[in-house]
């Protein structure tokens, strides 16, 4: 691998070359010791980054899977399109009643004359319409580049229409596409709304004996409905989803749980950690992408309630469910073992994914996330030494302290401590290099060239990634899976899911249709060598 990375820098002018060399690092982690890697950074201008932009990850990715709010994209119409459910997350409104939004792209259509005189009465008239056609329980307005560049005061504009609704939240969120170094600035700024403006404002009790919120899962391809069939199944309450088939309600109502259960940690740890400040919800780390994980996950909230009915029935569940997965392991590995991927994916599933893929006998040789941060790759013991750089700084710290009528820790710090020494951790998550093999790449911000070289030089069986990416690998003659969208597939969370995913990379690696391609190296024969992974 020393030889890969040589390789992938020597084009690069001196400056790029050292940059970028500091964020591609071969697995050398030894038991604590994980080698530092340079993550959420400026991408270098001219490069083809595969990142987004800070209003992708606030409203497309946070928001955009509530389906009762009416999101209103302040700026030109590309940004509200693009992320109009580009992203797959589906939502159950067949309940009676229940209102559905989501198939809606609100925008207020920003033009040359808006940019020029301002656009805040377009803005005003935009929410008033909204109002009057649909009669929500919220209206969000979102911040694109040039709402920040005219200086249009969204946030006054949402006080006074809330002020003059009376039965209507509404709020904005300033989560310019330039206000980060990606999407994930864009998950902090929506975080923090969410939590001042909607989470506590439903202080109704909740029914269910084993409560929780699942943090960080947004249902992709129907990945939480998936889970959700799982959690209810064990007689576990999700009181609410960050923010997969969620609304508003759910929101409102998280404060009613006993424990947050997080999935992605890097788009929505700053909720887990508020909710523990302001109300004494503890959080631990879980992982539904995976079956074997998908029950180590349920153990572990089992664990946490200590309730020797949760935790047979949490076990009756898994011996039911495994069966079934087991079955299909056994018909794929014999054509999947000892295959090889690379996962380039946002700020999390390039770790998850590993999990299913060890569970085919497959193994990751190069992974990377687009815009995660040091804790995410190294864990979260890196934090105290995380530099604030000007894009961080960019971004409004909220300050939480605990609500003084409705903090309730959960535990007691005893129960935690023997909870602790049990060996379940709280508040940890360890990141996706001391997970990967020694001698593997770990490459954040992966771009364009990059990407084509590593496939060109190692041509590995499946290389995993978005859309920006898919037709340039296949190009190179080498299957392509998008673990944003799933393409047109999923679920692939959960036990059912983890079957759709043993099926589906088995028919593409051992697919036929790949060997009638002629990849560049094939005609090229001094492109033809093969590298050999020690
Ligand atoms: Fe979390 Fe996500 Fe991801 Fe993400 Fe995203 Fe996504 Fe992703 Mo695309 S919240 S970090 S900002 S798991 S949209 S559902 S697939 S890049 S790896
Ligand atoms: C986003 C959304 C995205 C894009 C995926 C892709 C998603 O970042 O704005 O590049 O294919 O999951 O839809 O991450």
Redesign the pocket.
Known sequence: PTDIKADMLAKYPPKVARKRASQILINEALGNETPEISANVRTIPGIIT????TY??CK??ILGPTRDIVNITHGPIGCGF??WL???NQTDASAEGAENFMPYCFSTDMQDQDIIFGGEKKLQAAIQEAYDLFHPKAIAIFATCPVGLIGDDIHAVARKMKAKFGDCNVFAFSCEGYKGVS?SAGHHIANNKIFSEVVGENDAEKPGQFKINLLGEYN?GGDGFEIDRILKKCGITNISTFSGNSTYDQFASAHKADLSAVMCHRSINYVADMLETKFGIPWIKVNFIGAKSTAKSLRKIAEYFGDPGLTARVEEVIAEEMPAVEAVISDVLPRTTGKTAMLFV?GSRAHHYQDLFAEMGMKTLAAGY?FAHRDDYEGRHVIPNLKVDADSRNIEEIEVEADEKRYAPRKTSEEMARLEAAGLKFKEYEGLIPDMDHQTLVIDDLNQYEAEKLVEIVKPDIFC??????FSIQKLGIPMK?L??YDSGGPYAGFQGAVNFYHEIDRLVNSKVWSYMKAPWQESPELSATYVWE
């Not at 595969?50 to 932009?53: E, K, L, N, P, T």
């Open positions: 595969m990142r987004g932009c992708a990850g497309g990715v693009y992320s580009t992203r797959r999407q992709i946002g687009e990634a978005g859309v920006k990416e898919k998008q944003h969208s």
